[in-house]
């Protein structure tokens, strides 16, 4: 195995970690979503990292989703969720970790699709 690999895989972990916290979150109702959020938005970056570590893709320090999967594709890699798509999950990155609103961007199901989506490819692409 590569460092490569055990990098990636090691992301790959991490962002199971984070899954399991979005999920967790999710289902207690004294959360705000914006909280959970953060957890699916930190996953898939994590995921999305993972594979382009995994390809020795050099990457800025970012938590922009749309950045990272952007530069995938254009390294002929395309990620189930479309730059577009995860752009839905950047605020809750930086922005709403600040604020105390919770502005419903994103229904729980749609980013709960996102985070197994991202997580199924990750899992395919690194081994």
């Not at 996953?43 to 020795?56: D, N, P, Q, R, T």
């Not at 605020?91 to 197994?116: C, G, H, N, Q, S």
Request: glycine content about 4%; hydrophobic content about 45%.
């Amino acid at each position: 195995m590569t460092l490569a690999t055990e990098e990636a895989q090691r992301f790959i972990q991490l962002a199971d970690d984070d899954a399991a916290a979005f999920r967790g979150l999710l289902k207690l109702p004294e959360v705000k979503f914006r909280l959970a959020c953060f957890h699916a938005q930190q996953a898939i970056e994590k995921l999305l990292k993972a594979v382009l570590i995994f390809h020795g893709i050099e990457y800025q320090r970012t938590h922009d989703l749309h950045t990272l999967a952007t530069l995938l594709l254009k390294h002929g890699i395309a990620p189930p969720c479309s730059p577009e798509e995860l752009t839905w999950l950047n605020p809750f990155a930086v922005t709403f970790r600040y604020d105390d609103t919770d502005i419903p961007l994103i229904r729980d199901t749609v980013v709960e699709k996102m985070v197994d989506a991202m997580r199924r490819w990750a899992g395919e692409v690194v081994k």
